[in-house]
């Protein structure tokens, strides 16, 4: 996560009765690292796990609880908190304070401002502020059939439902109802924002180095640390996309909803490629993949001897350019790394691999850090981007390819034979 990628953004934090509201502590330091500005209202339950001096010191923020709190003029938070907010996220959402959700009650400071909250659509309503709840309980309470029936009320009723997650729960039992950790609610919310620009678009995405073994115990490999295409798979998921991972062995959790598939030579790359190409919208080949392999890998560890080694290297396929050669061809984006002469090999790749789009960086700008300057090549010419960290950047790539896709795929279409 990208410092600032919710900077300017003002979260209405509800929090009601449930053991899981420690984790919400910690979520509202999460969200203020984001950048959001965080508005606490605890509920009665919530106050009894967590108090509000934990979360005012975490927020700087004044902690709200009561409906008749005096401290706004005109005695009105349950208005006031979500007119300034772009989103009010209850977590955890305890099984009562669904049920009153769903009910449109509104007996407490919480539920008052979840009614009250303004919504686009309705006459007069300058602004939408979504609510997104994240529920937290016991299994048995979770798949009770009246939570079931909450839940399915509550999303046909437009409010986002941010899991909850199967695993140990505080009570002793094992199943689902654990809250997310408030990591993976930052992301879903950090998701939230993003506009959905590859809804229902399938994209495949090569990241990561690949390993070519000499021997056993020892590979051919470099220095790329798979950042660049881990943040791409990660906003791509966010613009709305199912989104396929194709990674060589790197040190990086899987982006939240992106299926991972773990590789390690630029053979079993190629391979899980081609098996999984078909019906894709987008290919975005981000993996610096080893151009060569060792013509044959020992069976055994190379033993040492005073004697110049050599070894034989063959070519490794080129993964992009066989995408990009399909009859069926998704919008295939390139990347080119380059040392030197940027816009003559970046366009030249552009060219004889036949993309729509490459991405081009000078390796010295980019490997292993968390910016990057990077410039974007396509039919319509050079498009520098300033230098950012790269989950911006990965946004501004999948933005421009959603952009371009449409008028690249009319065109290919009017092709023969296409
Ligand atoms: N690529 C690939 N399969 C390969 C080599 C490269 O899919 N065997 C992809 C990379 O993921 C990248 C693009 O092709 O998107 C450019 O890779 P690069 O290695 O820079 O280009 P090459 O064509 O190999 O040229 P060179 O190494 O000579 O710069």
Redesign the pocket.
């Known amino acids: 996560m990208a410092a600032g990628e919710l900077s300017g953004r003002r979260i209405v934090l509800g929090v009601s009765g449930g053991i899981a509201a420690y984790k919400s502590a910690e979520l509202t330091r999460l969200l203020g690292k984001a950048g959001a500005g965080v508005d606490v209202v605890l509920t009665e339950g919530g106050a009894r796990f967590v108090t509000p001096v934990t979360f005012q010191a975490l927020s700087g923020n004044y902690v709200w609880t009561d409906l008749w709190d005096p401290r706004r003029p005109a005695n009105m938070a349950h208005i006031d908190l979500s007119r300034a907010a772009d989103a009010v996220l209850v977590a955890p959402a305890s099984a009562d304070f669904l049920a009153k959700l769903v009910q449109g009650m509104a007996d407490d400071l919480l539920t008052t401002l979840c009614l009250a909250r303004p919504r686009a659509g309705i006459e007069g309503a300058e602004r939408d502020c979504p609510l997104l709840v994240a529920p937290a309980m016991n299994r048995q309470m979770w798949e009770n059939p009246a939570t079931q029936r909450n839940i399915e009320q509550l999303r046909r009723d437009g409010i986002s439902v941010l899991g909850p997650a199967a695993g140990d729960q505080a009570c002793g039992e094992i199943g689902m109802g654990r809250m997310l950790e408030p990591e993976e609610l930052l992301e879903e919310v950090v998701a939230f924002f993003q506009p959905k620009l590859l809804a229902g678009r399938r994209v495949l995405i ?1 990241a990561g180095p690949t390993q070519e073994a000499l021997d056993p115990v020892r590979v051919i490999t470099n220095l790329s640390s798979g950042r660049m295409g881990y943040a791409l798979a990660r906003a791509a998921q966010q613009a709305g996309a199912d989104v396929t991972l194709v990674s060589g062995p790197v040190d990086l959790a899987a982006p939240r909803g992106v299926a991972r598939v773990a590789v390690r030579s ?1 053979l079993d790359m ?1 391979g899980a490629v081609m098996q999984r190409v078909h019906g894709q919208d987008f290919f975005i ?7 060569y392999r060792p013509a044959a890998a020992q069976g055994h560890k190379i033993k040492k001897s005073s004697a110049p080694l050599s070894v034989a290297l063959a070519p ?6 066989a995408v990009a050669a399909l009859p069926d061809a998704p919008f295939c ?6 040392s030197r002469n940027l816009d003559e ?1 970046a366009e030249g ?1 552009r060219r ?2 036949r993309l729509p789009m ?1 991405v081009g960086n000078l390796v010295q700008d980019g490997l292993g850090g968390t910016d990057n300057s990077i410039v974007i090549y396509d039919e319509a010419g050079r498009h520098a981007l300033e230098r950012a960290p790269k989950e911006e950047l990965a946004r501004k790539i999948i933005a421009h390819a959603a952009a371009c896709a449409g008028a690249w795929r009319e065109r290919r279409g009017a092709l023969p034979g296409a």
Do not use: M, Q, R, S
């Not at 080949?285 to 151009?291: E, G, L, P, Q, T």
């Open positions: 090569t630029a190629h080949a981000v993996a610096a993949v080893a151009d490794n396929p080129d993964i992009l350019a984006v390139g990347f080119a790394a380059e090999y790749k004889a691999k490459v």
